[in-house]
């Protein structure tokens, strides 16, 4: 017997019946309040423009612009005519004058590369020879290195040797000069690239310093030559680079009134440009001092031999003394592409 509660099964009904009554309530409820959002953004909500009865919303339908004000006045005008430009802008274009690029001047027919359009790049010839000595011995032997360790008297030693192997180691048509074409420069001489042709199997010619200077008369300027001669003898250039000629640098010098105008540089790079010209794949330089090292490694040489002045000596005693600055000699090359 059940006791304390009453009859069970009559308490679950009346349960049941009162939460299907609470149910009902809240759903009456809940689509009322739906209704009434309903109602609201019927109110109050504006129609999308251009949008027809029964026609799909933002996906899928074309949508026609309508109403624009152009000028005041009412335009419709579909999207897709939007990209094409109107016909008077065509018209417009095809009518505009384009402005013609500046054209680079044409060089004369013996310059070869025109600096700043004052200073001209020429090859070397043997009208200007008389003036490259002169230019060699104020500016060149003066200041190299080598020279001024051994007190060397330029031109006194220099010119009457100078004068006679220059004329054939132009004859290569590989020096080049630059020359001051400007209403103040009037046609000067102010720097020169004197360059050589080494050709597998030749011996020493007229082009050769040491076949020029007697070892007598002129023993500070045989020394200096004896010793860059020696200075890389002993390298296979062809063997080793596979070649059967190749551009010597002999002497890079500039006019003092002209430094720090990176001429020296420029000349460096025409004269390599002159031997890619003619096939040259392996170019070479001998330096004595700082300055020169660095011009020349600024353009792609690599060193493959340096020695010390301080361990050429003979009977005891330095060979170049008061180097200064100035430590060593190189050799240096650059292989062209």
Known sequence: MWSGEGNPLTAAAAKMSGANASKEQAQKSFFGMVDNVASCLRKYSVPLAGKKEGEEGAEGAPIEVQDQQVDGQAATQPAENFNQPPEDVNQTIEELEIPELPVEPELPPDVIYMHDGQIAFKILTAEYIDRAVVLLCNHFFKDEPLGKALYLESPREVDHWLSKVLPHMIAHGMSLMAIDESPEGDGRLVGVAINSVKLKGAVGGPDDFLNWIDPQKDPKMYRIIS?????????????????????????????????????????????LNLARKHNFRLCLVETTGIFSAKIFSRHGFKTIREVSYGSLRENGKLLFPNTGIHTSARVSIKLLQ
């Open 227 to 271: 010793f860059l001669s020696h200075l890389a003898e002993d390298i296979d250039f062809y063997g080793n680079y596979s070649v059967d000629k190749f551009f010597n640098f002999e002497m890079l010098n500039v006019d003092k009134t002209y430094g720090g105008r990176g001429l020296a540089s420029m000349m460096v790079e025409q004269s």
